[in-house]
């Protein structure tokens, strides 16, 4: 179980910071300023998906498939959660 827990630990946040950089990058200037760039933009953060992906795949595909399961549980509570208290994406 600890196995589990540290690979969708590791996975979601790492793929996620990834993901970031593309909506912050795609995102007006006004925005954001970072006085850095990333360099090979976009190949860093495209690499580090692959390496995670094939991490937490080679950790089986029974830890894999509980590591989908717990993160599609937890985005139905979270729509739950958000529909009942009218949050996004229900706010309108």
């Given at each position: 179980m600890r196995n589990l827990v540290s690979d969708i630990d590791y996975f979601f946040v790492y793929h996620i910071s990834c993901l970031n950089n593309y909506l912050i990058k795609n995102k007006p200037k006004e925005f954001f300023f970072f006085p850095f760039i990333m360099w090979l933009y976009p190949l860093p953060a495209l690499v580090a998906i692959l390496?995670?992906?094939?991490?937490?795949?080679?950790?089986?595909?029974?830890?894999?498939?509980?590591?989908?399961?717990?993160?599609?549980?937890?985005?139905?509570?979270?729509?739950?959660?958000?529909?009942?208290?009218?949050?996004?994406?229900?706010?309108n």
């Open positions: 390496m995670w992906i094939g991490l937490f795949l080679s950790t089986g595909m029974y830890f894999a498939l509980g590591g989908v399961l717990v993160m599609s549980a937890g985005a139905v509570v979270y729509f739950i959660r958000s529909y009942y208290q009218k949050s996004w994406p229900f706010n």
